[in-house]
Nanobody, 125 residues
Framework: QVQLVESGGGLVQPGGSLRLSCAVS????????MAWVRQAPGKFREFVAA????????YYADAVRGRFSISRGNGENTVQLQMNSLKPEDTAVYYC??????????????????WGQGTQVTVSS
């Protein structure tokens, strides 16, 4: 059974930074494409950032491009999201997702087979 576990959420002031991490356990011999997706209160889940299995192919939502950075962690199936210059509109539950099709940084949420439980990020003064 595949599990994704996120960590690193919390409360931060506008303009601050947070770093989210996600680790895949269980079926770790697959080269996953991985993504971060967020859901604000009363809104649908939206794509934030993704990378392919090698980490060479990355894609960002317009709302976060230039402020957020997605990267592979130390482990093969770990991913991090560095979030800088945070804004109140970044407040959401952030989910990690993994796709068995690892070739591309998919922006469609339907491409992802496994999901974490989410971690809350709150940007407020």
């Amino acid at each position: 059974q595949v599990q994704l576990v996120e960590s690193g959420g919390g409360l931060v002031q506008p303009g601050g930074s947070l770093r989210l991490s996600c680790a895949v356990s269980g079926r770790t011999n697959s080269a996953y494409a991985m993504a971060w997706v967020r859901q604000a209160p009363g809104k649908f889940r939206e794509f934030v950032a993704a990378l392919n299995w090698s980490g060479r192919n990355k894609y960002y939502a317009d709302a976060v491009r230039g402020r957020f950075s997605i990267s592979r962690g130390n482990g093969e199936n770990t991913v991090q999201l560095q979030m800088n210059s945070l804004k109140p509109e970044d407040t959401a539950v952030y989910y990690c997702a993994a796709s068995l099709s690892g070739s591309y940084a998919y922006t469609s949420l339907y491409a992802y087979h496994y999901w974490g439980q989410g971690t809350q990020v709150t940007v407020s003064s």
